[in-house]
Nanobody
Framework: QVQLVESGGGLVQPGGSLRLTCTASGSIVGINDMGWYRQTSGKERELVAQIVDGGGSNYGDSVKGRFTISRENTQNTVYLQMNSLKPEDTAVYFC???????????????WGQGTQVVVSS
């Protein structure tokens, strides 16, 4: 069974920084894409940032230049460094990943439980 466990959320003042961490555990031989999405009440989940196995990344327009996604493949972990945080960044942040379960090409695609980020003075 594969699990994605997020950590690092919390309360921060506008202009501050947080780093989110997501680690995949279970019977995994590798990870394809990993990413972060966020959701606020009444709105659809939106892409924050995504990073592929080769290291390429893309970002939602609202976070470009402020957030940085990175990954540590040996630890099956993805990070989201969030700088210059704004009140509108307040949301539940979800980790998303597609992992490889074996060398035959079987994959699992799922979500973490979410971590709350609140940006407020």
């Amino acid at each position: 069974q594969v699990q994605l466990v997020e950590s690092g959320g919390g309360l921060v003042q506008p202009g501050g920084s947080l780093r989110l961490t997501c680690t995949a555990s279970g019977s995994i031989v590798g990870i394809n894409d990993m990413g972060w999405y966020r959701q606020t009440s009444g709105k659809e989940r939106e892409l924050v940032a995504q990073i592929v196995d080769g290291g390429g990344s893309n970002y939602g327009d609202s976070v470009k230049g402020r957030f940085t996604i990175s990954r540590e493949n040996t630890q099956n972990t993805v990070y989201l460094q969030m700088n210059s945080l704004k009140p509108e960044d307040t949301a539940v942040y979800f980790c998303n990943a597609e992992v490889r379960l074996n060398f035959l090409g079987t994959t699992w695609h799922g979500w973490g439980q979410g971590t709350q980020v609140v940006v407020s003075s």
